[in-house]
């Protein structure tokens, strides 16, 4: 039996002289396993086609349409209508990043500043002969870089974290999984010091103060709170040399 | 008025864009990249299977090189394809993933001694050699000869996006995300950039560079049911078709996948089936053995997905309320093998549709129907990826036609494709830039970004009559309804009218946000359909007019392939003003081909109108074979002396193997 939901989707259009803050309500029909996408974009077609908002795969893999679920960071597109009881789903931007409009974010200028951060990518003095035999990587070891090398760049473990919110230069958990991925990987030749250099500091990994809300909420379900407690350890030992 | 300038600007931050472009910031020039979203969200990342090339590590890859890889994809294009840019393409593939390993792409690896495998829905023991071990593993796609297909469980897409995107950082290319390119700008010869709208406050700047790369993906979403992402809507293709010099090609061939579940159309990997994961109908039946006895599920793409409609028109289907179905039953792989290969595909079946791929007997099978996935036409290149009507615009991965995939691509060679054609086009690209293209005059730039500036306030202003998510959601119908799987002349004629009508609508609507200077999602709706509908309308047309069937290109009112009035490529393109595309054809040359046109292996026999010119060329194939053969030429030679193509000598050495070396 089809129920009526309640969406309520906050509007806000920071460029505008004369756009304030506000909630609008938009009723619509359940439908089988009807996701926040699915209503979404219901809304935009039948009800309000200025309310912005960001989807690209609707499959849970991209990680663009990360948003507040009634106060909690979740992917829309694989957040389920069902599992709001009292049908009433309360819609919000992330915090932590700037506001676009409406539901929409930018966090692709967040990421993109975490990745230089980092130095997200291999580092490496060899040059590859791309025409010769690739170097040979243990199973297992490969295995795990993928483990790491999961992270979506949703944004979900930054809107979630209380330290993030105090200190807006926090690198957060996606920044400190960033860094055990690349320490991991037998192709990059980084040591635990260089890493130091990077995130060894109250903005990198000694600013967590465990609250485990990233680990809760990650969509990817990925092992953030252990990964930082490898790193701290790692640079512990490396600063007690 | 804002003008931007570098040496080189690439439209379309996936894998292609962002590979290319590193190509241009390795050359040494300044390489701005446009993209509609953040370039990790990219519709690379949904690439679950994997990327196609001939390792030959694995021990169902032994044997395995350029030449089998070659010969796969031109039997898979059904004859349609490029035969020296499939040569290109097949050489450059195998040092494309030895390249994404040394940037820290995770392939899954080969473990030496025993491993269990599903073949035929039988488990299997095969013995990995202690030399391969470490080396980069591949599991089985439709329609090759070998296991080829390299992988990251079934998350490749997303790693090596991540992979190349991370390298383009590090290379310092400047990625300017949430821009969209509207507009072309050119003086009628030659390429000089592109008016963008910045998505997040509306404005309009011009990006002027020496070369201009679109690499902005495919068009699935002029369909109903696809598996493409909401952004995949052909629009960087159709701001190509509107210079009016620019040809896309082949639009007609449109690919449909045969495993999207069902409703969602979030698709569900080719993995699956190479895995050994089976088709079954309403009685739990497996069919796919009886119309394909030899590949069975494995059969192409578009022969699997055709078959599969066949069972369902038969009366075999699962009737559900968004229609008919079939089951994907991935659950006598077992449970170890799904949550560890196919943890995605878990993940959606669970999330989406609340079931246990893992679990074993219906309670486990998933509801699939073949659905739209690629988009084989494109912006017609050159093999340098350069258009030959426009100078300086280059087209790279799903958005051009290059051509290597003809008219049915192969799982696991479009990932491919999109890193190898930004090596291979990358560098031509970057040799362009670094050559060409020293003046722009700005009253060309700005007379496109007022025009620019007009349009769009026209669009707002204008009291239009109708509703653009009416025309978009319509135009979805019509080609799911008349322009897919199966396709007649009356129903294509029927198609193109509609098309035609919706079109005209289209540039009648109401706009009701007034605002320019913001994002304004209703707006980029107005000017987006338009784009939409030119692009569906190629698609349509080419199909209506092309009396034949070849790979994924099906007409029931003309069932076989038609070597004799079909060897030709469909060019299409679009003078301002009118409501229908031009259409020419572009003949391909059999006697200049390495493999003629023949059987394919898979799908109906004798399906064919022959060519008298393929067995004249098969015959002239097989006597240089033979002679150079007997005089002990290598392999190299005789494939030179077959089909000389040209590539960049970097890509052209030979690639080493276990246990052949350079052989």
């Known amino acids: ?241 | 008025m804002n003008i931007q300038y570098s040496d080189a600007l690439v439209i379309g931050g996936g894998l292609a864009g962002l590979r290319a472009a590193i190509e241009v910031a390795k050359s040494g020039q300044s390489v701005t990249l446009l993209s509609i979203c953040p370039v990790k969200r990219s519709h690379s990342a949904a690439v679950q299977g994997g990327m196609q090339a001939s390792l030959g590590n694995g021990a169902k890859g032994e044997g395995d090189n350029e030449d089998l890889h070659f010969a796969d994809t031109v039997k898979g294009s059904d004859w349609g394809c490029d035969q020296e840019v499939a040569r290109m393409f097949a050489q450059t593939a195998p040092k494309a993933v030895r390249e994404l390993a040394a940037w820290g792409v995770p392939w899954t690896r080969v473990t030496k001694g025993p491993r269990t495998v599903v073949i035929n829905a039988q488990k299997t023991v095969i013995e990995e050699k202690e030399e391969a071990h470490g080396l980069i593993n591949a599991r089985d796609f439709g329609g090759t000869k070998k296991w080829r297909t390299c992988y990251i469980a079934d998350a490749t897409g997303h790693c090596m996006l991540y992979g190349v995107a991370n390298e383009a950082i590090k290379h310092q290319v400047k990625v300017i995300d949430r821009m969209e390119a509207v507009r072309i700008i050119h003086d009628g010869k030659k390429c000089l950039g592109v008016i963008a709208r910045d998505l997040t406050n509306g404005q309009l700047i011009a990006y002027i560079a020496r070369g201009t790369m679109i690499a902005t993906g495919g068009y699935g979403r002029i369909y109903k049911q696809t598996t493409n992402a909401v952004i995949c809507e052909g629009t960087g293709a159709a701001i190509a078709l509107e210079t009016g010099l620019c040809r896309l090609s082949n639009m007609e061939a449109v690919q449909f996948h045969p495993t999207p579940i069902v409703p969602s159309g979030i698709l569900l990997t080719e993995g699956c089936r190479g895995d050994g994961g089976i088709l079954r109908d309403v009685d739990g039946y497996r069919f796919m053995p009886d119309y394909e006895p030899e590949k069975k599920e494995l059969a192409s793409r578009d022969v699997v997905s055709r078959r599969m409609m066949e069972h369902i028109r038969k009366g075999k289907g699962v009737k559900s309320p968004y229609g008919d179905h079939l089951w994907l039953d991935i659950s006598i792989l077992g449970r170890a093998h799904v949550e560890k290969n196919l943890r995605d595909v878990q993940d959606i079946c669970k999330t989406f549709n609340g079931i246990d791929p893992a679990d074993e007997g219906p309670k486990g099978w998933a509801p699939v129907l073949p659905m739209q996935h690629y988009s084989m036409g494109g912006i017609r290149t050159k093999p340098t990826g350069e258009s030959q009507w426009l100078d300086g615009l280059f087209a790279c991965g799903e958005a051009a036609c290059w051509d290597m995939h003809g008219f049915n691509r192969l799982g696991g060679n479009s990932c491919a494709e999109t890193v190898v054609a930004g090596m291979i086009v990358g560098d031509y690209f970057a040799d362009y830039c670094k050559n060409n293209g020293e003046v722009v005059d700005t009253n060309v730039v700005k007379d496109f970004l007022s025009k620019e500036y007009q349009y769009l306030k026209s669009l707002v202003d204008k009291e239009g009559q109708n509703d653009v998510f009416e025309i978009k959601n319509r135009m979805k119908e019509v080609m799911w309804d008349k322009v897919a799987i199966f396709r007649t002349g009356e129903g294509l004629k029927e198609a193109v009218n509609e098309l035609e009508e919706l079109y005209k609508k289209s540039l009648n609507v109401k706009v009701h946000c007034k605002e320019l200077d913001a994002a304004n999602p209703e707006l980029e709706e107005a000017y987006r359909v338009p784009r939409m509908l030119k692009v569906a309308l190629c698609v349509a047309y080419g199909a209506l007019l092309r009396t034949e069937s070849r790979g994924a290109h099906y007409r029931e009112d003309y069932p076989k392939r038609d070597d004799l009035n079909w060897m030709k490529r469909t060019l299409t393109y679009w003078v301002e003003g009118e409501t229908l595309p031009k259409v020419e054809y572009d003949e391909l040359d059999i006697m200049k081909m390495e493999m003629p046109p023949a059987f394919r292996g898979y799908g109906a026999k004798g399906n064919i109108i022959e060519n008298p010119l393929s067995e004249k060329r098969q015959a002239e194939v097989d006597a240089i074979r033979e002679k150079m053969e007997s005089e002990g030429k290598g392999r190299y030679e005789i494939q030179n002396a077959l089909m000389p193509y040209e590539l960049q000598a970097k890509y052209k050495a030979p690639n080493q193997r276990i246990g052949v070396d350079y052989e």
Request: charged share 30%; glycine share 4%; net charge negative.
């Open chain 1, 1 to 241: 039996m089809s129920r009526k939901l309640t969406i309520k989707a906050f509007k806000y259009n920071p460029l505008s002289k004369i756009s304030k803050p506000h909630f609008v309500t938009y009723e619509l029909e359940e439908t089988p396993f009807m996701t926040v996408f699915v209503c979404l974009t219901q809304i935009r077609e039948k009800m309000d086609a200025d309310l912005s908002f960001d989807f690209v795969c609707r499959a849970g893999i991209c990680g663009s349409c990360a948003m507040m679920i009634n106060g909690v960071p979740k992917l829309a597109c694989k957040t389920l209508t069902k599992d709001y009881p009292d049908g009433v789903i309360e819609l919000m931007p992330m915090p932590a990043f700037k506001h676009i409009k409406d539901l929409s974010v930018n966090t692709g200028e967040w990421f993109e500043d975490m990745c230089k951060r980092v130095e997200s990518w291999v580092h490496n003095e060899k040059e590859t002969d791309i025409s010769k035999i690739e170097e040979r990587i243990e199973p297992e070891v490969a295995d795990e870089t993928f483990e790491l090398d999961r992270c979506i760049e949703c944004g979900i473990c930054v809107a979630s974290c209380a330290t993030k919110l105090m200190r807006p230069n926090f690198i957060a958990a996606t920044g400190l999984l960033r860094t055990a991925r690349y320490l991991q990987d037998p192709h990059d030749h980084r040591t635990v010091e260089d890493f130091y250099e990077l995130v060894g500091d109250d903005d990198g990994v000694f600013g967590c103060m465990s609250l485990l809300a990233c680990e809760d909420n990650c969509p990817k379900e990925l092992p953030l709170q252990s990964k930082i407690a490898y790193m701290r350890r790692q640079l512990v030992a490396q600063k007690c040399k």
